[in-house]
């Protein structure tokens, strides 16, 4: 999923997409953006947008160092091989089911609803929160319950390639990772319910205390277990550490957002007087936004079996690094890094906006809300994806290469980061484009687009899975998704255009165009300092940090430099907003 996401387990991003966003989604527009749209220009709307997602931004960059540091600690405890590989099936589930049967749907249809049930009448809105919180607290339960009994169907459906060793701890973890089912719930209506508020820091900052909490028990389970252990000779008391240590980190995550819920005066009072006018429109958009997680499913089953298989291959073949499904997530999780701070901060602080403007009929308005968002996120996005393609290798040694996880195994994840890298952009405009569809109510057509898209990634990947050698087996995943956000872009492009009656592409074109020139410069620069560096070094710790801070901070430097004299104006705007909050800078 998603999704990316400050109010979500790192294990979330192991769900390509399925665009779900943050959990404690914006709900109320800042009183930034309103000035902004009220002045007019393109400047100050991107500027509103900008101020909009700093403190969103903030926070998830916090969230996500740490949740990359836990990522590294679980990698370092358990390696990317056979166990792993069965810790990262199982912790998947608890996201699986809560994005197939509720993720999506909060995302697609509450938060637009909410939005306008809000703008309707405040003490509507607020009834209209209760019924929702009814109805959705009782489904997780149930949920939750029906989830732990199909453990097993569970660990078959997604993994039918483990060995039996795999099989049986992959059903012992999921007993324990699936009653986070619930928490991901009640965390992501905590969250909405906080940001209806105005409240923005708790959703954005408990995930720190999650990723504390899995940092310390892997810790503890790398010394008490130490390295080498495998789904056969781990003990009772190891998985009992382990699988309910990383369960406990949910549970402290959502019981933090309480403090926060009862200083804005939040009481939840059960309401069971729910109307068929509310329910109804919020039923048929939910329908077909179930119809498209439930298709995204299928390919992540797909995609989590072939990369399974591989690495059930490999441990055949003697090669002696994990290249199965260990090797794809921690990849996933490195290439998400950049949209996730940037991308999901701007789409969170957007779709509430352009919800509003939808309601009221202003496509133009619409159509300017997307070329600001697209802009501001491309000129992140694409320089990152250059730096991750560049530097991966440096990266991965610095944070994987450790404990159970050897050089090769780290160089593995390098190589699969490298593919992602080649699909960030796709990846990342896609989902602010669908994310326009659902400001316009429309959960409808991209469900219909999903079943093309979906068609593509499998076939792409299975036909990689039989002519590719085993160890590049899940960088032709990542192609294949790759390939399958390309064309989902053009068609949502294709049918967005003839919606609201243009997209600005050429002003866009010319945008994205300077950001592709200023990008070069900083690319060659990273990619000369990696090979500098792997001559003279190869892959240590000390000269790796050394060459991701010199290659990182130099093409940083390069990038912003070309891009002022190229006036990028949202370049412009973000290096004046970062520099206005420097220590010693006097906010204009």
Avoid at 39 to 50: D, K, N, P
Avoid at 126 to 149: D, K, Q, S
Avoid at 156 to 167: E, I, K, M, N, R
Avoid at 179 to 187: A, E, K, L, M, T
Wanted: aromatic share 8%; proline share 5%.
């Amino acid at each position: 999923m998603s999704d990316l996401e400050p109010g979500r387990s790192e294990a979330a991003s192991t769900l390509p997409d399925i665009p779900i966003v943050d959990p404690s989604t914006q709900i109320m527009e800042t009183a930034e953006d309103v000035r902004a749209e009220q002045a007019g220009s393109s400047g100050s709307r991107v500027g509103g947008l900008l101020k909009s997602s700093a403190v969103m931004a903030l926070g998830t960059v916090a969230s996500r160092a740490l949740g990359f540091v836990r990522n590294a600690v679980i990698v370092i405890a358990l390696g990317t091989g056979p166990l792993g590989d069965v810790y990262n099936v199982a912790n998947t589930f608890p996201n699986v089911v809560y994005d197939l049967l509720l993720g999506g749907i909060l995302t697609a249809v509450h938060v637009p609803m909410l939005v306008r049930a809000l703008e309707k009448d405040r003490r509507y809105g607020e009834e209209y929160e209760a019924r929702l919180l009814t109805i959705v607290l009782g489904g997780l339960l149930a949920l939750t319950a029906i989830a732990m009994v199909c453990a097993p169907l569970l660990v078959d459906l997604y993994a039918s390639g483990f060995t039996p060793a795999q099989h049986k701890l992959a059903v012992i973890f999921a007993l324990f990772f699936l009653p986070q089912i619930f928490f991901y719930g009640v965390g992501a209506l905590a969250g909405a319910s906080l940001n209806a508020r105005g409240s923005f820091a708790a959703p954005m900052w408990t995930p720190v205390l999650n990723s504390v909490v899995v940092i310390i028990i892997g810790g503890a389970f790398l010394l008490v277990a130490g390295p080498g252990v495998t789904p056969s000779s781990i003990s009772n008391n190891e998985i009992t550490l382990l699988a309910g240590g990383t369960t406990l980190g949910i549970v402290v995550q959502t019981i933090a957002m309480w403090p926060s819920l009862r200083k804005v005066g939040f009481r939840f009072r059960p309401r069971f007087d729910f109307r068929r006018d509310e329910l109804a429109p919020v039923g048929g958009m939910a329908m077909w936004t179930l119809l498209y997680v439930a298709i995204m499913q299928v390919g992540f089953v797909v995609n989590t079996n072939i990369a399974v298989r591989a690495g059930v291959r490999g441990e055949h073949e003697h090669l002696g690094y994990g290249v199965g499904l260990t090797p794809w997530n921690n990849a996933y999780l490195l290439f998400q890094l950049p949209y996730a701070i940037v991308g999901v901060s701007v789409m969170t602080a957007l779709l509430p906006r352009m919800s509003r403007h939808a309601a009221e009929n202003r496509t133009d308005l619409v159509r300017d809300d997307l070329a600001s968002g697209l802009n501001l996120t491309s000129v992140i996005i694409i320089p990152s994806a250059a730096l991750l393609f560049a530097l991966s290798p440096e990266l991965v040694t610095a944070f994987f290469a450790h404990g159970a996880t050897g050089l090769a195994d780290g160089l593995m994840i390098a190589n699969v980061v490298q593919a992602f890298a080649l699909t960030l952009v796709p990846f990342a405009v896609q989902q602010l484009l669908l994310r326009v569809f659902y400001s316009l109510a429309d959960t409808r057509t991209p469900a219909l687009m999903a079943m093309g898209t979906i068609v593509i990634s499998i076939t792409l990947g299975l036909v990689g899975y039989a002519i590719l050698p085993t160890d590049m087996i899940v960088e032709g995943i990542a192609i294949s998704l790759g390939i399958s956000w390309t064309v989902g872009c053009l068609l949502s492009a294709a049918i967005l255009r003839r919606r609201l009656g243009g997209l600005g592409a050429g002003l866009m074109v010319r945008t994205h165009t300077k950001i592709a020139v200023a990008t070069v410069p900083a690319f060659v620069f990273a990619l000369g300092v990696h090979e500098l560096f792997f001559k003279l070094f190869y892959y240590r710790l000390i000269t790796s940090v050394a060459a991701l801070a010199i290659g990182g901070a130099g093409a940083a430097v390069l990038y912003v430099l070309v891009a002022r004299r190229l006036r990028i104006s949202e370049v412009e705007t973000l290096t004046g907003t970062v520099m206005r909050r420097l220590p010693g800078r006097v906010s204009s």
